[in-house]
């Protein structure tokens, strides 16, 4: 079974504060991706990378960097949180395939920025 | 650019009733498409997707759905709905190739009462 792992379920921070939001995959998928997901808005995608050191923006990365330096991990990075990035927050992998891959999620990280 | 409209925000079904979830995508050429489950807590899973052939898609837990391209619609159906199907029900659309860039729609929760 394809096993993402997130490093919190939980997680209190400080306006101001530089939050890391790591991701682990265990299925040596290429593709690796974090979202947001807000009530009525659904899951926006923040970033994505298809490769080692490898990254692309998507929908909302204002506010956001990542970090893959291997290829199993893949890390969000706020650089100063604000109350506005309160939300959950999703990794999902997939392979690249090219043939419409499933996408596979970790359980999420509830993160509240006070 | 890809987009998703699942336009019921919340249903209430009764337990052994019928259920059909809606969902309607723009895309401009044949797009892959997708059913995503999030159960209480948890993160997405899969339940079905569509990329080619057969219109009708056989996916996990009784679930199928319908790709009608003359209606740009691929609404999900059950038969009979057992209370664990309790859940919010996310659908998804993504490019037939290249990267993994999936656009997710606000979703459905799913209220199941006996």
């Known amino acids: 079974d394809v096993k993402v792992t997130q490093s919190s379920r939980y997680l209190v921070k400080r306006t101001g504060e530089k939050v890391f939001l790591e991701c682990v995959q265990d299925?040596?998928?290429?593709?690796m991706f974090w979202y947001r997901q807000d009530p009525g808005l659904g899951l926006r995608l923040i970033y994505f990378?298809?490769?080692?050191?490898?990254?692309e923006k998507g929908d909302i990365p204002e506010g956001y960097s990542v970090s893959r330096e291997k290829k199993e991990r893949f890390s969000l990075i706020l650089e100063s949180a604000s109350t506005n990035q309160t939300s959950m927050y999703l990794c999902?992998?997939?392979?690249?395939?090219?043939?419409?891959?499933?996408?596979?999620f970790g359980p999420g990280t509830r993160l509240t920025v006070l | 650019a890809q987009s998703v409209t699942q336009p019921d925000i919340h249903i209430t079904v009764s337990e052994g009733a019928s259920l059909e979830l809606r969902c309607n995508y723009s895309y401009g050429a044949t797009p892959y498409l997708f059913w995503y489950v999030q159960s209480p807590g948890q993160g997405l899973q899969l339940l079905l997707k569509?990329?080619?052939?057969?219109?009708l898609v056989q996916g996990i837990k009784g679930f199928e759905a319908e790709f009608k391209r003359s209606q740009s619609s691929f609404n999900l159906r059950k038969p009979s709905v057992h209370w664990s199907d309790a859940a919010e029900y996310f659908c998804a659309v993504g490019p037939s190739g290249g990267y993994q860039k999936v656009t997710f729609g606000t979703g459905t929760k799913l209220q199941v009462i006996p």
């Open positions: 990378s298809y490769d080692v050191k490898m990254k």
């Open positions: 569509y990329f080619s052939g057969d219109t």
């Open positions: 999902a992998s997939s392979p690249r395939t090219g043939t419409g891959d499933t996408q596979y």
């Open positions: 299925m040596d998928h290429e593709n």
